[in-house]
């Protein structure tokens, strides 16, 4: 493939595609370029490093998610509470879909405008729901950094391909002298579906019991 019929686009969707395989650590330019049939300098066409190609790629994630028929929104009709527990549940599902996906979504700039309508439509609601906009806001970005940083753990304590999963029991052993530790880890790295909806309800009820006023 010639250098002059790459765009950004192909380049991100290329590496999208190959982060399963290899991981953001292993996600280099040389194996895109590799990948795309084209030399390395190609791509600096496009990408001047790869936190460029980062930020790329977080906003191809981005419009995929949105790219479904609710919009990556709930319909309109719950209490907030629920709505925030159904955005923030979708938004770990489509980070699960990459390996290390949290991690390229994490401190990356999205490219274009296209996030700007969910995250207008996630703050309207908010709003709507008795939340100043500085608190909306806050109230969006707590759930979001939750969200991010608990598939960012969970991605990283997950047995990948070439790592063993924790052993829990043996782990119990070896803090046998620390009995609260040992048993922690049962919460903090068993059952990660149910240890996410259950920090996510507490972040909620937090949300609400600090950031709403009480008359709303």
Known sequence: MAASRLDRALVARTALGLLNDVGLEGLTLRAIAAELGVKAPALY???KDK???LDE??????????DTPDGGFPPAGADWRERVTLMMHGLRAHLLRYRDGAKVYSGSRFTDTAYAGGMDAALSMLVAAGFTPPRAARAWATAYHYTIGFVIEEQSTAAAPDREAIDLAARADRLADYPLAA?????LFGPQDEGF???LAAVVAGIAATLLPREA
């Open 183 to 187: 048993q922690a880890g049962y919460e």
């Open 51 to 53: 936190q460029a190609l």
């Open 45 to 47: 066409w496009h990408f």
């Open 57 to 66: 790629m977080a906003t191809e994630m981005m419009r995929r998610m949105f």
């Open 197 to 199: 909806e259950t920090g």
